[in-house]
């Protein structure tokens, strides 16, 4: 028996895991399958991944706000060292520059070390990922292996090949969303 080779990413995952339920509810399978043996059970996890992508599409938003910020900051600071640096001389006999530099370096580093290191959009985003793993449904370890295990048994049955399977084509018929041609 040959052995099977998978180059799993997470949306090929989900499109296998997608293709096979409808195939896997009407074989007999003799593991126990919690999520996919109920079309109800996939729908739960369905409408988890409809929060978690709100979440993340949230965050990124709040992200290029926060990176928006950061880089008008950055342009400014830049802005002020060209200056100095075109003339550094007539720059730092200026005490009002002096002075600019002097908070730059003791103050305003500071506050931009700070704010990379307390991403408020990120901590939001990981507290709401908290919440979500306690609150929302999600497949087991278990549940993820028996679904791997469940189309590995279907691509050595039906002799599939696994490129095909990948692009959600089975026995020439496209299934789902694959990403196939």
Known sequence: MNKIRWKL???TIH???TTCTCLL??????AQIDY???ISGLENLLRTEEYLLQSFREYVRASKQHLQT?????HRIEMEYAQAARNAEN?????VNV?????RLTNDWTIYEERVQSDEAAQTFLRQMNEYRETLSFPSTEDFRASAAALARLQETYHLDTTQIA?????????????GK
């Open 25 to 30: 509810l009407s074989l007999p399978c003799q």
């Open 9 to 11: 990413t997470s949306p």
């Open 91 to 95: 720059y730092l006999t200026n005490p």
């Open 167 to 179: 692009g959600g084509f089975l026995n020439g018929v496209k299934y789902g969303y694959g990403r």
């Open 70 to 74: 950061l880089e008008s900051e950055l």
């Open 36 to 38: 996919f043996s109920s």
């Open 15 to 17: 499109l296998l895991i």
């Open 99 to 103: 002075y600019r530099l002097m908070k």
